[in-house]
């Protein structure tokens, strides 16, 4: 059946709110001169704007009722909920409604419109990362299963493989996930910024498991988490690319 990446939005927020309850003061390392409460603000801004999305329909939203919408009031937390909960049930209702391909706008494309089944795996994983990153805030990591790793993954190479013009020459990198067996192949031939390849001779290979992975490429983790063996700097300089704006 696939992931019901609703389903992972709504499980992955509310953890998300249980780990930010009790610590909006502490520093978030994942996102450097962050605090919890930046963090839980950002996400909450996050949510608002696609909910206005999605009420938009295909056309491009309202900022300012999304600007509106963002603001959590006094209680951050509990204002965040609700900003969440809403995100969820204005979606489920235009799914069921006009179905998961019915049209949203989307910045990741040069028609700027996608289905509504496309923006919810985006939000899925908008919310898995910040999730860990509250995880990590709250000294309290949990896991990722890996089936939602390698869904991360494909969703990285598909949408977030942009940043400036490229330096570096040739590279190629290899990602092999030791507990899924998935691998993918990243790389240039130094005329063009990389993206995403069907396989070649790497320059460098990184093994993990598909959550090691799937935080390496959201710069969560470090090279230093990873096996990595070839050119370690074409693999550092590949993983360092992407603008992740």
């Known amino acids: 059946m696939g992931i019901n990446h609703l389903a992972v939005v709504e499980e992955f927020s509310g953890s998300f709110t249980e780990a930010v309850a009790g610590h909006l003061g502490a520093p978030v390392p994942s996102c450097p001169g962050w605090t919890v409460d930046d963090l839980v603000a950002h996400l909450a801004e996050v949510q608002a704007w696609w909910t206005a999305v999605v009420l938009a329909k295909g056309a491009y939203p309202d900022e300012e009722a999304a600007r509106r919408a963002a603001d959590t009031g006094p209680d951050r937390v509990e204002g965040w909920r609700e900003i969440s909960a809403r995100y969820v049930a204005v979606h489920e209702e235009y799914v069921r409604g006009a179905g998961p391909d019915a049209p949203v706008w989307v910045w990741w494309n040069d028609e700027e419109r996608d289905t509504a089944a496309a923006l919810a795996s985006r939000q899925a994983h908008e919310a898995v990362v910040h999730c860990w990153d509250a995880w990590l805030a709250a000294g309290a990591v949990g896991s990722i299963p890996a089936e939602l790793a390698v869904d991360g993954v494909e ?91």
């Open 155 to 245: 969703e990285f190479l598909g949408r977030f493989l942009y940043g400036k013009a490229w330096e570096g020459g040739r590279a190629v990198l290899e990602l092999a996930a030791t507990d899924t067996g998935t691998t993918w192949f990243v790389g240039t031939d130094g005329s063009v910024g990389p993206a995403r390849l069907a396989g070649g001779a790497a320059d460098a290979r990184v093994t993990g498991t598909a959550e090691e992975l799937y935080l390496l490429l959201w710069r969560r983790v470090g090279l230093g988490e990873v096996r990595v063996s070839g050119d370690r700097a074409k693999a550092e300089a590949l993983i360092a690319w992407p603008s992740l704006k």
